[in-house]
């Protein structure tokens, strides 16, 4: 495994793997790494011949100074896990090294950025996710990049973005991976306290009672979501919020006839954990895994 901190060397790298007609499979983390980063590099490795994994933390994409700062580095844990887990290449560059100081063009969401995290994280949110994966995509040039359905609405506005802007890349979108209790694993979740873990779980649960209910038949939102909000009892619970939406275009659904998307953001004392659901009958991509 090598680790490489200059994108001039990593562009260097990523050549030398497109003229050998080598496969290259990426997953874009900003580390803190865990069983899910895993099962995504897992999968990378089985589907291709090269693997990258890309270790930043990108400061354009937090709308509050103290929760970048806060944000969990474990770069040491991380390189292991990477080498254990057969990676080829792990990109780890500085914020210095990837945006210049005097930059002045970004890539900018449209609809798919304005509900759901973007009203509760800002515009600015997605416009920082969706620059830094187009500089690392030019960057790395990878063939096929992996995302986890947990940041389902990333993973819609980044497969727009490849289709938008022609991206020659396939994105795989992996299921989310969950604790014994359900809670979606989150580089977030080391931040709670004992007894905000604790309730954490209540997320989950809160999500597969509406499941159920689409499952049953139930075809009103309000209704399924006043359940929902009753299971999120814990009156340390803040919801950010709480959404039954269509899967391509995000936007609340007036009446749930096929597969829809429940996702759900909440915050305990300092720490916003988020985590979503598809529920219905019908197929649909994302349910399969796979964005093509």
């Known amino acids: 495994m090598r680790q490489i901190t200059e994108p001039a060397a990593m562009q260097t790298e990523a050549a030398a793997i497109l003229r050998a007609g080598k496969k290259h499979g990426f997953v874009p983390t900003m580390g803190n790494l865990h069983a899910g980063h895993r099962t995504l590099i897992d999968q990378a490795r089985a589907d291709g011949e090269i693997v990258t994994v890309s270790i930043f933390v990108n400061p354009t994409q937090f709308n509050d100074g103290a929760d970048f700062e806060n944000y969990p580095r474990t770069l040491a844990a991380d390189l292991q896990l990477c080498a254990t887990a057969g990676v080829d290449y792990v990109f780890t560059p500085t914020a210095a090294e990837i945006y210049a100081p005097d930059r002045d063009i970004l890539v900018i969401p449209d609809k798919l950025a304005n509900p759901l995290c973007g009203l509760s ?92 209910m689409l499952a049953a038949g139930e075809s009103r939102p309000h209704a399924v979501i006043e359940k929902m909000m009753s299971r999120l009892s814990a009156p340390e619970i803040e919801i950010d919020y709480l959404n039954i939406v269509d899967l391509a275009t995000l936007t609340d659904l007036e009446e749930i006839t096929g597969d829809a998307l429940i996702a759900a953001a909440i915050k305990l004392g300092d720490v916003r954990l988020i985590d979503n659901v598809i529920a219905g009958r019908a197929n649909s991509a994302l349910k399969r895994g796979a964005i093509e």
């Not at 992996?174 to 309730?199: C, F, H, Y």
């Open 121 to 212: 994280r800002g515009r600015g949110h997605f416009i920082g996710v969706c620059t830094v994966v187009a500089k690392l995509f030019n960057l790395v040039r990878p063939d096929r990049v992996y995302f986890g359905q947990k940041d389902a609405q990333q993973a819609l506005i980044i497969q727009r973005m490849i289709s938008d802007l022609n991206f020659p890349v396939k994105m795989s979108l992996l299921p989310t991976v969950r604790e014994a209790d359900g809670l979606a694993l989150s580089s977030r979740n080391r931040l709670l306290t004992k007894k905000e873990r604790q309730i954490a779980p209540q997320l989950y649960a809160a999500l597969q009672t509406g499941a159920q």
